[in-house]
């Protein structure tokens, strides 16, 4: 049982330190297009809002909730494998 506990808190510290460094880094690739896209359109208004906005829409988008899969995948796969080990 006790390794059990071990695996799951070692297990939900890791996947959050990669969580955490993949939602940085797909956020600063979000901020590298945007800032792309308004030097392209020559511009326009205020830099800053531009890119808060663009951000604001990345926030509410289904590729930052994605990201989450991070917990529920390697979950999913080590209870498949203690699964057929024990009960096949």
Same mark, same amino acid.
């Given at each position: 049982?006790?390794? *059990? !506990?071990?695996?799951?808190?070692?297990? &939900? +510290?890791?996947?959050? +330190?990669?969580?955490?460094? #993949?939602?940085?880094?797909?956020?600063?690739?979000?901020?590298?297009? *945007?800032?792309?896209?308004?030097?392209?359109?020559?511009? %326009?208004?205020?830099?800053?809002? &531009?890119?808060?906005?663009? #951000? !604001?829409?990345?926030?509410?988008?289904?590729?930052?909730? #994605?990201?989450?899969?991070?917990? +529920?995948? %390697?979950?999913?796969?080590? +209870? !498949?494998?203690?699964? &057929?080990?024990? &009960?096949?």
């Amino acid at each position: 049982m006790l390794a *059990l !506990a071990r695996l799951v808190v070692i297990g &939900f +510290v890791v996947l959050s +330190v990669l969580y955490v460094v #993949l939602s940085l880094w797909s956020r600063s690739v979000r901020r590298r297009k *945007l800032l792309r896209q308004w030097e392209e359109a020559g511009r %326009p208004g205020d830099r800053e809002r &531009f890119v808060e906005e663009g #951000l !604001a829409e990345y926030d509410d988008s289904i590729r930052r909730k #994605l990201i989450l899969g991070v917990y +529920v995948v %390697p979950v999913c796969i080590v +209870v !498949a494998i203690i699964y &057929f080990t024990n &009960f096949h």
